[in-house]
């Protein structure tokens, strides 16, 4: 393997681990709503249908981020979970019947 194939492939697989759509369809929904609670998001939920653009909204719609460099990239990723999401768009209107949406904060009947 080459060294520009190894980056390559570094690059790709940075790409789709931090990609909206892997995170909320491949990971469970604990797992991607506690990143959304570490970003300190201010959405309760996201719908299941376009879920990956619905995460980079939420991502976008936090605290800003000290470093700039977080703002970038979410918009990079916008383009390329919009296009992942219409191709898992059968699997995922699916799930949005049978599972609901992706609880990120819930309100505990207590008070």
């Keep these: 393997m080459t060294m520009k194939m190894a980056v390559a492939s570094g690059a ?3 790409a789709l ?6 995170v909320t ?3 469970d ?3 991607a709503a506690q990143g959304l609670r570490r970003q300190k998001t201010y959405c309760q939920s996201i719908p299941r249908i376009y879920s990956g653009l619905s995460y980079d909204f939420c991502v976008l719609n936090a605290p800003p981020d000290p470093t700039g460099i977080l703002v970038p990239l979410v918009l990079l990723d916008l383009t390329l979970s919009g296009a992942l999401d219409t191709v898992v768009l059968p699997y995922t209107i699916y799930r949005q019947g049978v599972d609901g949406n992706i609880l990120i904060y819930w309100r505990s009947s207590r008070g």
């Excluded at 681990?17 to 892997?22: L, R, S, V």
């Design 17 to 22: 681990t931090g990609c909206g759509t892997a």
């Design 25 to 27: 369809v491949l990971q």
């Design 29 to 31: 929904d604990a797992e």
């Design 12 to 14: 790709i697989l940075l």
